[in-house]
């Protein structure tokens, strides 16, 4: 496991995002960990997030799109700080939009807030992890209503490393073959359960790990 990774696992731990439990995912999963993107709630956190995502995106596809899209909610912030830092560290100046769960019907209207996308448009997505792949297809049916706009990229925190909806194929591969999409994260679920282990933290649940990751991860544990 790189440096980097241990970094990014530790800081999730202390900022009380990676939990470990009883907890019922979107897919409705019982699951033994959980990812919750919400607890980030300092300027310092998220200054730190926007450093992750920043670093991420200017390795894999550089300044090659046009516009980040955060959806709502948890995307909203991670939008925000990811076009922020990108500009402040490397001079990568994009715009960012999100999407209103209800359209307003007053003022500007619509249900985009932020950038407009336009024809010819490359975007890419920014959200907190894919279980299953559900809230992907969310946003491809509203991004699917701008002529001529095509999805690149999506960057996530942590990777489940899941069956998706059809059960045979990862969510991250269904996202993939349904939407032309790549997905990348900061670590995976693998990354996770390693650095308990070899950390001797949250051992109690190592057992629960095991079972819920031998059941529904692509790959299991040997």
Same mark, same amino acid.
């Given at each position: 496991?790189? #440096?980097?990774?241990?970094? !990014?696992?530790?800081?999730?731990?202390?900022?009380?995002?990676?939990?470990?439990?009883? !907890?019922?995912?979107?897919?409705?999963? =019982?699951?033994?960990?959980?990812?919750?993107?919400? /607890?980030?709630?300092?300027?310092?956190?998220?200054?730190?997030?926007? &450093?992750?995502?920043? *670093?991420?995106? &200017?390795?894999?596809?550089? #300044? +090659?799109?046009?516009?980040?899209?955060?959806?709502?909610?948890?995307?909203?912030?991670?939008?925000?700080?990811?076009?922020?830092?990108?500009? +402040?560290?490397?001079?990568? +100046?994009?715009?960012? %939009? %999100?999407?209103?769960?209800?359209?307003?019907?007053?003022?500007?209207?619509?249900?985009?807030?932020?950038?407009?996308?336009? &024809?010819?448009?490359?975007?890419?997505?920014?959200? +907190?992890?894919?279980?299953?792949?559900?809230?992907?297809?969310?946003?491809?049916?509203? =991004?699917? /209503?701008? @002529?001529?706009?095509?999805?690149?990229?999506?960057?996530?925190?942590?990777?489940?490393?899941? !069956?998706?909806? @059809?059960?045979?194929?990862?969510?991250?591969?269904?996202? &993939?073959?349904?939407?032309?999409?790549?997905?990348? *994260?900061?670590? /995976?679920? !693998?990354?996770?359960?390693?650095?308990?282990?070899?950390?001797?933290?949250?051992?109690?649940?190592?057992?629960?790990?095991?079972?819920?990751?031998?059941?529904?991860?692509?790959?299991?544990?040997?």
């Amino acid at each position: 496991m790189t #440096d980097a990774k241990k970094s !990014f696992i530790e800081f999730m731990l202390g900022a009380g995002v990676l939990g470990f439990g009883e !907890f019922k995912t979107k897919s409705g999963r =019982l699951s033994p960990y959980f990812i919750n993107c919400g /607890n980030y709630k300092t300027g310092s956190q998220m200054l730190a997030l926007g &450093k992750f995502y920043s *670093s991420m995106i &200017k390795e894999t596809v550089g #300044d +090659d799109f046009s516009a980040i899209f955060g959806p709502a909610y948890k995307g909203i912030p991670l939008a925000a700080v990811t076009s922020a830092s990108l500009a +402040d560290l490397y001079s990568i +100046d994009k715009p960012y %939009f %999100f999407n209103r769960k209800e359209a307003k019907d007053h003022g500007e209207g619509g249900s985009i807030v932020g950038y407009r996308p336009a &024809k010819n448009d490359k975007l890419i997505i920014v959200e +907190d992890v894919i279980t299953a792949g559900t809230a992907v297809g969310e946003s491809m049916a509203l =991004l699917s /209503n701008f @002529e001529g706009v095509t999805v690149s990229d999506m960057f996530i925190t942590v990777d489940r490393c899941e !069956f998706g909806a @059809e059960g045979t194929k990862t969510a991250v591969e269904e996202v &993939k073959e349904k939407y032309g999409i790549k997905v990348h *994260s900061i670590v /995976n679920v !693998f990354d996770i359960y390693s650095y308990i282990g070899e950390n001797g933290l949250f051992t109690e649940y190592i057992p629960a790990m095991e079972r819920y990751m031998n059941r529904y991860c692509s790959a299991a544990l040997k």
